[in-house]
């Protein structure tokens, strides 16, 4: 069936060093795509989002990049720090998915700062 | 950005009995709610949808009889788990979108802090 996934389920990166976390989806009807973080025990964040007419979308020390080729979404942070620990999702929204337009979770990547 | 609440934030009941969490936009008119259900190291699992005024559209293999969702007004949606077991331990979060903020019409959707549910 129709997904949203992440290729890695875990990520550990040194601190300073600059962080991707990638998400594979699969229905070319998706029109709208976010980033959230979860820290444990809290509610998804809303990091960045990016409608599909875009590929590239920047806010501060994250980028989102859109390739609608390969259907693949990815999110950049920039000099991680560990107060990034956290769960990593996209989602996306259909078009057709009616009036509700319902978001879909893909499955999480964990990110994990090394000091 | 909009602030969504919910209460309470940890609750911890017998089996058999119902629990009732509370989802409400502090600052904003929402139009449509959603309430998840997560489980640990898992994503978030949409539960319901539900609008205003109207009934609750579940998504497939939720038991509306089970998760009762009521959303009376623009600014707060309940999900009520009838006589609960401890299958249904999870952790519940609800989502707010649309309406007005700040006398602008928006599209996004916010999220609660969620609800840990332990049923012993």
């Known amino acids: 069936g129709e997904s949203v996934g992440l290729h890695l389920p875990t990520l550990s990166v040194q601190e300073g060093d600059n962080s991707i976390i990638n998400c594979a989806y699969s229905n070319s009807a998706s029109d709208y795509f976010i980033w959230y973080k979860q820290e444990s025990g809290k509610g998804p964040q809303f990091i960045i989002d990016?409608?599909?007419?875009?590929d590239k979308r920047q806010g501060q020390r994250v980028t989102v990049l859109l390739n609608k080729t390969v259907k693949h979404l990815s999110l950049q942070i920039a000099a991680t720090q560990p107060g990034d620990s956290a769960v990593y999702f996209c989602a996306e929204r259909r078009a057709s998915s009616g009036s509700a337009r319902q978001l879909t979770f893909g499955s999480g990547t964990q990110l994990t700062v090394l000091p | 950005g909009a602030v969504v609440s919910q209460h309470p934030s940890r609750v911890i009941c017998k089996s058999g009995t119902s629990v009732k969490i509370e989802c409400r936009s502090l600052d904003f008119q929402a139009t449509t709610m959603f309430w998840y259900r997560q489980f640990p190291k898992k994503s978030l699992m949409l539960m319901a949808t539900?609008?205003?005024?109207?009934?609750?559209?579940?998504e497939q293999g939720v038991e509306k009889d089970k998760f009762l969702i009521n959303h009376a007004s623009l600014t707060l949606s309940t999900l009520t788990v009838t006589s609960a077991h401890p299958e249904d331990s999870s952790f519940y979060i609800c989502s707010a979108r649309g309406g007005i903020l700040a006398g602008e019409s928006y599209n996004e959707q916010f999220f609660g802090p969620g609800t840990r549910l332990t049923v012993l």
């Open positions: 539900s609008n205003e005024g109207s009934k609750a559209t579940y």
């Open positions: 990016i409608r599909s007419n875009m």
